[in-house]
């Protein structure tokens, strides 16, 4: 009897020394889990004790992450929201920037490790609308606790990416405090201050299609284009402007526009010849200027690409096609490029030629921006 009175109490206590045991393990996996989890924009709100109209503004602006945090701070971060530079309200999202525009500061407020940070990326530069990475990371990254600004990780070394939206991109840099004894904070992975552009959509089997939905044409323009306008091109465009082109539009059909910059011209007359083509590469849309003179007669043959003071030569605009006005492009005399160097030919039938052209930014601010335009070209059939 003795011996089964002691067994059962080894039972009891080997069952409750399993349930603390277990108890103790899901205690654990719990602690774990929440370690774990990555943190959100509800809670940043949480935390900063967001009003509800403020959570509302900041729902708009919260983006989503893949951020990890080590060292000093410690955790990973799947959303944080667009906020201000002195106060944790919420703010508008990056835009996407237009080419030759500075970089949009991206200003990110988040959770870690139970506590809530701002994260300041700043791209130096303007956008070309290209890839961009930077490896100088002074006064472009900084970590800095929201609710005691004077705790901030300013000394950054490491690299940032930009994608070509200006507004998305991935970082991996080593973030230092200026205290004695202070341990680096590794911040990497990708991160986002506002949305990309939604690409337009179009048949990528029809002609000249991208340039009518990106512009957003009337159905009466585009169909007028469709059967006349839309001309087949075999160019190359390389350098800060890249792609390839296989269609521009020339569209004669409507009253041309006269002067630098005009459109919808492909003819000589007396010792001028001008042809014009409009296009879209990426979300952009471009026209390109050809413009020769000769006394006392144009005609066909070789031109310089170079523009000077008496010709215009090579232009090339960035721009956008005048939905409201036929699809007249309205050039953006911020940002053009001209000619520098290389040439052009004029066919015999007038209406088509080569083009090898180097092309350089106008303003002063942008000179060094370059493009390259290879290949054959017709503005009329």
Same mark, same amino acid.
């Given at each position: ?43 940043? $709100? ?248 000769? $006394? ?86």
């Amino acid at each position: 009897m003795r011996w089964i009175v002691a067994a059962v109490a080894v039972a009891v206590l080997l069952l409750g020394a399993g349930g603390a045991v277990l108890a103790h393990l899901r205690s654990g996996s719990d602690s774990v889990a929440s370690v774990r989890k990555a943190s959100t924009c509800p809670d940043a $709100y949480r935390l900063l004790g967001l009003h509800p109209s403020q959570v509302t503004s900041a729902n708009s602006a919260c983006f989503n992450q893949d951020l990890k945090f080590s060292g000093e701070v410690s955790g990973t971060v799947a959303q944080a929201y667009a906020v201000g530079a002195d106060a944790p309200s919420p703010t508008s999202a990056c835009a996407v920037p237009k080419r030759w525009n500075g970089y949009p500061q991206a200003l990110l407020a988040m959770a870690i490790g139970g506590k809530t940070y701002r994260l300041r990326i700043s791209p130096p530069g303007s956008s070309e609308h290209q890839a961009l990475t930077v490896n100088n990371l002074a006064n472009v990254v900084e970590l800095a606790s929201i609710k005691d600004p004077s705790t901030d990780w300013n000394q950054a070394s490491g690299t940032v990416n930009l994608n070509p939206d200006g507004v998305t991109g991935s970082i991996d840099a080593s973030l230092l405090r200026d205290v004695a004894g202070a341990q680096p904070v590794r911040v990497s992975g990708k991160w986002a201050c506002g949305a990309p552009l939604p690409p337009a959509t179009f048949d990528a089997n029809l002609p000249c299609a991208n340039f009518y939905a990106l512009n957003q044409l009337q159905e009466a323009d585009v169909a007028r284009m469709k059967a006349g306008a839309c001309n087949p091109q075999s160019l190359t465009l390389s350098g800060d402007v890249s792609g390839r082109l296989d269609h521009a539009v020339t569209d004669i059909g409507v009253f041309a526009t006269a002067g630098f910059g005009g459109d919808n011209t492909c003819e000589g007359i007396n010792q001028d010849y001008t042809a014009t083509f409009k296009f879209t590469i990426g979300d952009e849309s471009f026209l390109l200027d050809l413009d020769a003179k000769r $006394y006392p007669a144009i005609g066909p043959g070789q031109y310089s690409a170079q523009s000077t003071g008496i010709s215009i030569g090579a232009v090339l605009f960035l721009g956008h096609a005048d939905a409201s006005n036929h699809g007249a492009f309205v050039a953006d005399n911020q940002v053009f490029w001209l000619g520098s160097g290389g040439s052009f030919t004029i066919a015999p039938d007038m209406k088509s030629g080569t083009v090898d052209a180097d092309l350089q930014g106008a303003l002063m601010s942008h000179s060094a921006s370059r493009v390259h335009i290879a290949g054959n070209w017709r503005c009329a059939a």
